[in-house]
Nanobody
Framework: QMQLVESGGGLVQPGGSLRLSCAASESIFSIHDMVWYRQAPGKERELVATIFNSTTTTYADSVKGRFTISRDSAKNTVYLQMNSLKPEDTAVYYC?????????WGQGTQVTVSS
């Protein structure tokens, strides 16, 4: 059974940066899509970024040019580098994948952007 553990969240000032990590308990080598979502208070969960295999990436319009998703299959870890953070980026960030036909979610990591 896959377990996903996010880390790297915290409190940061507007314009700052954070790097989130998602560590998987099983090999991610054969997992096609690894995805970051986020959910702000009172809002629906939204897709932030997807990495297909190790090269192709897509982003929500709201984070394009500021966030970068990457994966290290040797470490079974997916990253989300977040630059030029804005208060509206405040949310709980979740890692997601489909592994052997089942959806898996991490517990989330809180990101707060505030001065």
């Amino acid at each position: 059974q896959m377990q996903l553990v996010e880390s790297g969240g915290g409190l940061v000032q507007p314009g700052g940066s954070l790097r989130l990590s998602c560590a998987a308990s099983e090999s991610i080598f054969s997992i096609h899509d690894m995805v970051w979502y986020r959910q702000a208070p009172g809002k629906e969960r939204e897709l932030v970024a997807t990495i297909f295999n190790s090269t192709t990436t897509t982003y929500a319009d709201s984070v394009k040019g500021r966030f970068t998703i990457s994966r290290d299959s040797a470490k079974n870890t997916v990253y989300l580098q977040m630059n030029s953070l804005k208060p509206e980026d405040t949310a709980v960030y979740y890692c997601n994948c489909i592994f052997r036909g089942f959806y898996y979610w991490g517990q989330g990591t809180q990101v707060t952007v505030s001065s």
